[in-house]
């Protein structure tokens, strides 16, 4: 129900993205796994105009776990996400980012490179992303050195 009302309130443009926000925190208000499944199974019903609108009006908070439920994730999709900015009250922007750039790198490490390459350089790129994306590359080629050396320890 709550979905279908986005959805409508999306289609009919009656609400501004920001006016949205909140209802889109509710929808993804956290209540196990379960919600999830549920999530992700109503997201699968939209089509891929609705799902840009809602990652675009959806807090950066939001991102990763919204990302994670979008069926079949798009490069448009992911710039969409990467190109969220932390609230500069944030006292650990890094780790926000992070979190968004791990849901992508979950679907697809070759979607985080081929985001990154269109929003590199893009009038959308926001000030943070260069540093933060070289950033994360290094902590993923970390993780991979890690693994190979200690096959057994959980990264």
Same mark, same amino acid.
């Given at each position: ?40 199974? =109503? ?67 070759? =979607? ?36 190979? =050396? ?6």
């Amino acid at each position: 129900m709550q979905l279908r009302w986005l959805e409508s309130a999306f289609r009919k443009g009656t609400l501004t993205s920001h006016e949205i926000t909140p209802y889109i925190k509710l929808f993804m208000a956290p209540d196990g796994e379960g919600n999830l499944e549920r999530v992700r199974g =109503l997201l699968h019903s939209l089509s891929g105009s609705a799902i840009e609108k809602m990652l675009g009006a959806a807090d950066v908070y939001d991102i990763p776990d919204l990302f994670r439920c979008v069926a079949d994730p798009t490069v448009s999709l992911a710039v969409i996400a990467m190109s969220k900015a932390p609230p500069p009250y944030e006292k650990n922007p890094q780790q926000v980012v992070d979190k968004v750039f791990q849901a992508v790198y979950d679907c697809s490490e070759e =979607l985080l490179g081929q985001a990154a390459e269109r929003l590199t350089g893009s009038a959308d790129m926001p000030p943070h992303f260069q540093e933060a994306y070289e950033r994360f590359k290094e902590i993923k080629e970390d993780e991979k050195l890690l693994s190979a =050396l200690y096959p057994k320890a959980i990264l």
